[in-house]
């Protein structure tokens, strides 16, 4: 059992997992793994990932080995090539082998942006989930990052936001264009939860039409909504929430300098205090750009509380170790 | 609380450290903190302050969180910016987000050597201690390392150096223009213990007037002197130790070519046999270029202390931590 | 006491060390060294290696400091020279330094090929060796991957393979000119076991006439014979175990160009099914470059073992731990 998407776990499973990490977030104390080993393994770079893991290993009492993409073998992915290039070792050896040593493998891998199809398969988590023997936890891909949607969710519902609650999961400009793991898994977390959910963006920057599928069936058969626009100002009408994230064209996936040019006209694209209604909360993955994704006014002010889903990483993520290792503690 | 300079702890209690350091040096068990986290956030290189810094952690049972900047996000810390560069994260973030985290978190920032205005402001250990709810050590910031100055204080101790003995502290020629933290550090440290303190360079290479005055206001409050000289024979002169470091010339601070050529003619600056005499001890930071900063001949012969002053930070630094989170074993 | 180079333990400790494995790989509890501390030093990258002593630390329950080449300063090795280059610390200073701080350090140094005969004197595991107070374990050096021959030993002995079996150590071809440790090591591994070792290369891709010697040695001193050839059908015939490995010739250690073209006639060095009977074993250390050291049908098929090789890395390891800091436990 991986820990790949949030969104293919059953909505109870989702959430006794907002149960337990809310829980966990209140001093309740983690269960004990300590003969258990986790596994981190970062090819992209982390901060709040990186840091929340190693806290949430030293709760539970786990051995922690730790690798990182600068100081390991280029990874190879595809299957049956002649690997005469760079790439030194294949994902098929080093998933087995890691296997071998921890219990539980979590392994961060963006997208190479060398083509979209090959992006869209997310051949590195895959292969890692199918050539380890223990369970993988998927800490960002190139389709989703769970482990963010985990903690959002949790945070959403700290923050007093009905369950019908009105998201806005908005585009924003940025200087380079992002992998779409987080506004993925933002769109399916929140339709899962029911909400009024309107991803808002302008034109040429949609997300893949598999994932509005996935959100719009997750949001129909939890009795929300999902609605896609270009129009801001009534896109915005209500919120409970303003999402912001930038994230690339699909159309010019490898080539960032159309990208640039299609994005060119929206620098306006960025969250600042008049987007927002009194009652309407602010969230952010992180990392963000000051000024340019969101003003300082927004983030440094009482609307924001991408800190707390920050802080919400760490009791999500020991929720999600616990229900592969320990599972009947969720039970 | 934050542990960022050593001379702004008043005299007690920095003679309270350095008993708590001998005393862990000389075997007595460290505290157990086994529930609380120590963060480690490198932006610079390090070789003995994160071995000894995760020694310590080991010892004192904390749990460990490690980052360095080679696997973060590139870190902007100025105010009010529209963030379209590298950087991709703000400290103001980055800070909050990792005080949620850990329960003291110790960082190392060198200087970019972009401004010297903002060099001197300390921007990114400022930043951090401002943005983080926990109490925030300094592994070498852009203007102090108290980390080195206690331990070297306590080798001074060790190897017998009278409080009124007199140390110089002599610049030296290195290839590079390097940072003034080691130097101010230890200039402040010797001034506070009430050593006749000698800071010895050539023309053009003086520390900034603000930490000349400290040290002189150290000096003169705890019956020491302080002499700052080119006459590198009578400063030697009845010299107990010789602290060898180089740095860079403020007044070419951003101009590393215009900084080569003032240092060009002082290559002999290098500290050999002749400097000392019998009872002189020889102390540096590490790392040293061999034959640059000092010759074999001191490095390898009975004089030099540089092992022993590195070895001394693990119960310095042990200490250090205890005193952030268990402050009543040290009173 | 160090753990450099295998053979250079007597045979019966050898045994008494692969007995030891193969009991902590059956689920034989490590020993608490839980007081001591295990140092990494990577100067060179690593996946299994890195993974596999983290993790027989977190079974001895020791302490753990780890650093890597890319995060440290550059280390210098020659005796007397001006470090007035790149590098601004000497090994002499860090081994010493880190052997304060920890109670066995394993290193990882590869050759750097700016001088053959400066790689053959192996300078930087031999400079920790000499300068470090503590053991030093060899985690792949210039010359020797004792980890690797040992994990290799008990994978021969788990996969029936007669202590006089044959072993084929065959080279391959690769793009790049690669490290002699690892031949080295498995030589001399399977001329001590005693078995029947063809060493099969093309021309111009010899090992080291003293590798040759002690294998040599090896094999007579325990029932064994050593045969060099470079007719790979002759060789092949009867083989229980074909052991793969790429390495440059020591005629252009200096010189990647003319080892590129000296290889160039011989890519079809390559593993397929037909070099293999059907019971024989096929091995390598990892990683491996598929279908270009061995093929796809040979790594996925029945005859490969090199998970199991890799799998025995962290039993291996952790009798080393154990009978460097524990000696008792071994006897």
């Not at 209140?26 to 090819?43: E, I, Q, R, V």
């Not at 585009?171 to 029911?194: C, D, E, I, Y």
């Amino acid at each position: 059992m991986n820990f790949y998407h949030l969104s293919e776990l059953p909505e109870p499973e989702v959430q006794r997992l907002v149960v337990r990490a809310a829980a966990l977030g209140h001093g309740k104390p983690a269960a004990n793994l300590g003969t258990s080993a986790l596994g981190l393994f970062f090819l992209a770079p982390s901060l709040r990932t990186s840091a929340s893991f190693q806290r949430a290993a030293a709760q539970l009492q786990m051995q922690l080995i730790q690798l990182n993409g600068g100081s390991v073998w280029g990874l190879e992915t595809r299957d049956g090539i002649t690997m005469d290039g760079e790439a030194a070792e294949h994902v098929k050896e080093a998933a087995a082998v890691l296997g071998t040593y921890v219990d539980v493998l979590a392994v961060r891998a963006f997208p190479t942006r060398k083509s979209l199809q090959e992006d869209l398969g997310d051949p590195v988590m895959k292969a890692f989930m199918q050539h380890c023997s223990v369970p993988v936890i998927n800490m960002e891909s190139t389709r989703w990052h769970p482990c963010q949607a985990l903690a959002d969710r949790m945070t959403l519902d700290q923050i007093g936001v009905p369950q019908r609650g009105k998201m806005v999961l908005t585009w924003a400009w940025h200087p380079k264009p992002l992998p779409h793991a987080v506004p993925n898994s933002t769109l399916t977390m929140a339709a899962q939860r029911g909400m009024d959910v309107v991803l808002l963006h302008p034109p040429g920057f949609h997300l893949h039409p598999d994932v509005i599928q996935e959100a719009e069936f997750l949001a129909h058969t939890n009795g929300g909504n999902l609605t896609v626009t270009h129009d801001r100002q009534t896109a915005l009408q209500n919120a409970d929430v303003v999402y912001a994230k930038s994230w690339g064209s699909l159309d010019h996936w490898t080539d960032a300098a159309a990208d640039s040019q299609l994005r060119q006209p929206f620098r306006d694209w960025c969250v600042t205090p008049d987007w927002l209604h009194p009652k309407t909360k602010f969230m952010h993955c992180l990392p963000v750009r000051r000024n340019v994704v969101v003003s300082d006014a927004v983030l440094d002010g009482p609307a924001s509380v991408v800190v707390q889903q920050a802080a919400n990483r760490l009791p999500a993520q020991t929720a999600i170790l616990e229900s592969l290792l320990s599972p009947v503690l969720q039970k």
